[in-house]
């Protein structure tokens, strides 16, 4: 007796957006194309549009989801923590969608812009100016993004450190270039630089300069 097929999950835009998330995470959002999506899941691209109004509706559907991953800075306790928390919730969600980086920053979101304007209440609440704020923000905020696509566009895949190690040998003379020698073995090395977050430490760095700036609000 012949196995009856296994039937196909229905299609809702839940489905597709996670579908084309995951799709994306895995190949980068150049391989997210309508057809492509559909083969994934199993029916004809045109179907999707019953669901998705088009190629821009779906990427904008797909920013919300990586969005949802992120949090706002609490309202309450201590400024500072509540920002470096908010940070790093952003910082975290980027990484794992590496694609949503330059495209948050052209297409802003109604999420997106709630964060925006949670992140400057919270530095007014603060007690820094409207000025200082200004500053502090735009610091803030491209430090969120900027070092994270700075990350995104730097970190090899584990299968090419090999290969990367013995370039770096080759083309990064010590007796000339001692010290990137050794700051470029670093990254091919184990060792406690592995234990800090750059970003964090960055992010620290910004939040405890920012602190004494309240004084003169």
Same mark, same amino acid.
């Given at each position: 007796m012949a196995a009856e097929p296994v039937p196909r999950l229905p299609l809702s835009r839940d489905r597709i957006?996670? $579908?084309?998330? %995951?799709?994306a995470d895995a190949e980068g959002i150049e391989a997210l194309t309508m057809r492509r999506l559909g083969q994934e899941l199993g029916f004809e691209?045109? %179907?999707?549009?019953?669901?998705v109004?088009?190629?821009d509706g779906l990427l904008d559907g797909m920013l919300d989801l990586v969005l949802a991953e992120t949090e706002q800075p609490p309202p309450e306790g201590d400024w500072s923590a509540a920002v470096r928390t908010s940070a790093i919730s952003a910082h975290g969600a980027l990484r794992r969608h590496p694609w949503a980086c330059t495209l948050l920053m052209a297409r802003f979101r109604p999420a997106r812009l709630r964060y925006m304007d949670a992140l400057l209440g919270r530095l007014r609440e603060a007690g820094? $100016?409207?000025d200082t704020t200004y500053s502090a923000y735009h610091?803030?905020? *491209?430090?969120?993004? *900027?070092? $994270?696509?700075?990350?995104i566009t730097h970190e090899p895949g584990s299968a090419d450190l090999g290969d990367m190690a013995a370039m770096f040998e080759r083309t990064i003379d010590a007796a000339e270039?001692?010290?990137?020698?050794?700051h470029g073995r670093q990254h091919f090395a184990e060792g406690p630089h592995r234990d800090v977050s750059a970003f964090e430490l960055g992010l620290d760095l910004i939040l405890r300069g920012l602190e004494p700036l309240r004084d003169e609000s």
């Amino acid at each position: 007796m012949a196995a009856e097929p296994v039937p196909r999950l229905p299609l809702s835009r839940d489905r597709i957006l996670r $579908s084309a998330l %995951s799709l994306a995470d895995a190949e980068g959002i150049e391989a997210l194309t309508m057809r492509r999506l559909g083969q994934e899941l199993g029916f004809e691209a045109m %179907s999707l549009y019953n669901h998705v109004q088009n190629k821009d509706g779906l990427l904008d559907g797909m920013l919300d989801l990586v969005l949802a991953e992120t949090e706002q800075p609490p309202p309450e306790g201590d400024w500072s923590a509540a920002v470096r928390t908010s940070a790093i919730s952003a910082h975290g969600a980027l990484r794992r969608h590496p694609w949503a980086c330059t495209l948050l920053m052209a297409r802003f979101r109604p999420a997106r812009l709630r964060y925006m304007d949670a992140l400057l209440g919270r530095l007014r609440e603060a007690g820094f $100016s409207a000025d200082t704020t200004y500053s502090a923000y735009h610091l803030l905020d *491209g430090h969120i993004f *900027g070092f $994270s696509y700075w990350e995104i566009t730097h970190e090899p895949g584990s299968a090419d450190l090999g290969d990367m190690a013995a370039m770096f040998e080759r083309t990064i003379d010590a007796a000339e270039l001692p010290h990137l020698h050794e700051h470029g073995r670093q990254h091919f090395a184990e060792g406690p630089h592995r234990d800090v977050s750059a970003f964090e430490l960055g992010l620290d760095l910004i939040l405890r300069g920012l602190e004494p700036l309240r004084d003169e609000s």
